[in-house]
């Protein structure tokens, strides 16, 4: 059964949520806690009569109510359940009511692939003892300017960190190089690092506070990036050799 349409009431955070004109491949994308596996939860719900996430109903049906409903249309079928939290269910197929949910399995078959992401958290540098706080808007101009001067290739680019001061550094030996200075806050040993221009301002397109702080270890090891306002966002940028 090809999904054209579907909706969903009560399901986790999902109140009420309706989709049309969706294709045989679809994306569901936004920020975490947003409803994107809730949604696949409610067609699992709908396919099998249970969550892949909990047995218990009112673990998945919402706060103070007393049923979810999830409906979905293809182009020759209708299929619909109401699930109530004792765990009762009404299953309707092109308007009949059904007894069994074998029926609504025969109509819908559905594969759950549970795949086992790496721990993320695992890259995440941890004890970094070196801060670096840095006006976000002078740091991306300033590094966008120096790295048109880097090596067309790796895209390096030194950053020089010394009492207060970043010096940002490239060269091209088929044409120049580009130094800038800034004033930053910093008061650590001096320490001297090289990264590809282009993955730290992609990391700078996606923050968007006034300021940067970096957090770093050794000349060598990966460096955490965060707008110092909202800390649950963590950036992590490895340095190169150049």
Known sequence: MHITRLNI?????????ALHELQPFNVFYGQNGSGKTSILEAIHLLATGRSFRTHIPKNYIQNNQSDAIVFAQSLTEKIGMQK????EQLIKVNGDTVATQGQLAKILPLQ??????????????????KNVLIAHA?????????????????????LNFAADTLQLRANNPEQDEAVEDLAIQ???APMEMSFNAQYILE???????????????????SVLVQDPAHQDQTYVVMPMRV
């Open 186 to 188: 910093y008061n650590n």
């Open 84 to 87: 109530l939290q004792s765990g």
């Open 138 to 158: 002078v740091f991306k101009h300033s590094l966008q300017r120096v790295s048109i001067l880097s090596n067309e290739k790796l895209r390096g680019v030194f």
């Open 9 to 17: 009431q009560r399901v986790r955070n999902l109140k009420t949520v």
């Open 203 to 221: 990391v700078l397109g996606a923050l968007d506070g006034d300021d940067v702080s970096m957090t770093m270890t050794e000349a060598n090891q």
């Open 112 to 129: 759950l692939i549970d795949g086992k992401f790496p721990d993320y958290r695992r890259v995440i540098p941890r004890g970094g003892d």
